[in-house]
């Protein structure tokens, strides 16, 4: 099994940013990628961003592309996402997710956090 832990959600004022991480446990050595998915109140769970386990492949969905980075500093640091310019419609719980390759992760399959919730206020 893999752990995944996140932490970092808030609340911020639009315009604003926060920084996401999501540090992972266990059996690491079966995820080749790891992601960001969110869900807000009543809409379904939707993929926000992914990268490799190496950092050098990431994805974005196209709502979030220029305002979020997805990074890592190396294969045994935490999974960060940065957001920038943050709107009301960013307004979510955020999921951490990993799997054995970004299709693997961005199809919404493998293991998933907890959640942390990211308030924008307009």
């Known amino acids: 099994q893999v752990q995944l832990v996140e932490s970092g959600g808030g609340t911020v004022q639009a315009g604003g940013s926060l920084r996401l991480s999501c540090a992972a446990s266990?059996?690491?050595?079966?995820?080749?990628?790891m992601g960001w998915f969110r869900q807000a109140p009543g809409k379904e769970r939707e993929f926000v961003a992914a990268?490799?386990?190496?950092?050098?492949?990431?994805a974005y969905a196209d709502a979030v592309k220029g305002r979020f980075t997805i990074s890592r500093d190396n294969a045994k640091s935490p999974v960060y996402l940065r957001m920038n310019s943050l709107k009301p419609e960013d307004t979510a719980v955020y999921y951490c997710?990993?799997?054995?390759?970004?299709?693997?992760?961005?199809?919404?399959?493998?293991?998933w956090g907890q959640g942390t919730q990211v308030t924008v206020h307009s």
């Open positions: 997710a990993a799997g054995g390759s970004i299709g693997v992760v961005t199809a919404g399959q493998g293991y």
């Open positions: 266990g059996r690491t050595f079966t995820i080749y990628a």
């Open positions: 990268i490799s386990w190496s950092g050098g492949s990431t």
